[in-house]
């Protein structure tokens, strides 16, 4: 097993730490190719060609999952922390559209022929991606709740109304 983890690209041994040393000269303006070399050495070229080939293989899976037109415009990243980067920032901060599809079908849904349990899953579905994009607070898992018992169907009123006597509000989302 422990001879399994040393083989693996990614294991680190418990000296390997962050404030490692691997070259006595630091770089500098002046001194990029003897540091280059001795760098290279130091890290030894098979490991950093795994840790090419490595980043090489998460680009194409995060490229594999993308459409083609949004392929176009990160096929050129040089290294896969660079296309999440880039990522985040152009689909990240855009947020405000699906905010509202999200609101507008969290509004709409009603139990109508589903079960409790079906009904309830589709309003957990729809906040949790809401919570996902935009972290909510104690009021809006009230609001949460709130939604939830105006879409159940009229036969569940007695309880709907036991549950709004409450004070404060029970969380739908957490136990």
Request: aromatic share 10%; glycine share 2%; net charge negative.
């Amino acid at each position: 097993m422990v001879s399994e983890l040393v083989d693996d690209l990614l294991f680190l041994h418990s000296s390997d730490h962050s404030s490692l040393v691997l070259v006595t000269d630091l770089l500098n303006e002046k001194n990029y190719t003897s540091w280059s070399r001795v760098m290279t050495i130091a890290l030894d070229e098979a490991s950093f060609k795994q840790c090419r080939k490595v980043n090489s293989t998460l680009i194409s899976w995060m490229l594999n999952s993308m459409s083609v037109e949004i392929i176009r415009g990160f096929m050129f990243a040089s290294s896969v922390k660079m296309m999440w980067d880039e990522i985040k920032e152009q689909f990240g901060a855009t947020n405000g559209p699906r905010l509202y599809d999200l609101r507008r079908s969290l509004y709409s849904v009603k139990q109508n022929t589903d079960s409790v349990a079906v009904y309830y899953n589709k309003i957990k579905r729809i906040w949790d991606e809401l919570r996902c994009i935009k972290p909510t607070t104690n009021a809006n898992d009230e609001e949460c709740m709130m939604k939830f018992l105006m879409g159940l169907n009229e036969v569940f009123d007695v309880i709907h109304n036991q549950i709004l006597f409450k004070d404060p509000l029970p969380s739908l989302l957490r136990p």
